[in-house]
């Protein structure tokens, strides 16, 4: 059982920058394919970025492309998420997510965290 944990959410002024963590234990890290979502209330968990095993490959959704970076370090079992000239309407609960093998853009992943909130104030 993979267990998930995300650090670094806050709050900041549009425009700035956060930088999310999440930690997995208890599984082969390389095995797994990440993903970061977020969820606001009242909506669906909608995806944001993932990544695949090797980080050779990573996918964005349009809202968040060109400011959001994906990144893994598979040798501390971490995934990171950069987020850039941040807009009040990113503010939402982020989830970090693992799949087995194979990266989705899709919201059918196998393990989650708690999630991080992270606001952003115009």
């Known amino acids: 059982q993979v267990q998930l944990q995300e650090s670094g959410g806050g709050l900041v002024q549009a425009g700035g920058s956060l930088r999310l963590s999440c930690a997995a234990s208890?599984?082969?890290?390389?095995?797994?394919?990440m993903g970061w979502f977020r969820q606001t209330p009242g909506k669906e968990r909608e995806f944001v970025a993932a990544?695949?095993?090797?980080?050779?490959?990573?996918y964005y959704a349009d809202s968040v492309k060109g400011r959001f970076t994906i990144s893994r370090d598979n040798a501390k079992n971490t995934v990171y998420l950069q987020m850039n000239s941040l807009k009040p309407e990113d503010t939402a609960i982020y989830y970090c997510?693992?799949?087995?093998?194979?990266?989705?853009?899709?919201?059918?992943?196998?393990?989650w965290g708690q999630g991080t909130q992270v606001t952003v104030s115009s």
């Open positions: 208890g599984g082969t890290f390389s095995n797994y394919a």
């Open positions: 997510a693992g799949r087995f093998l194979v990266v989705s853009t899709e919201n059918n992943y196998n393990f």
């Open positions: 990544i695949n095993r090797n980080g050779g490959s990573t």
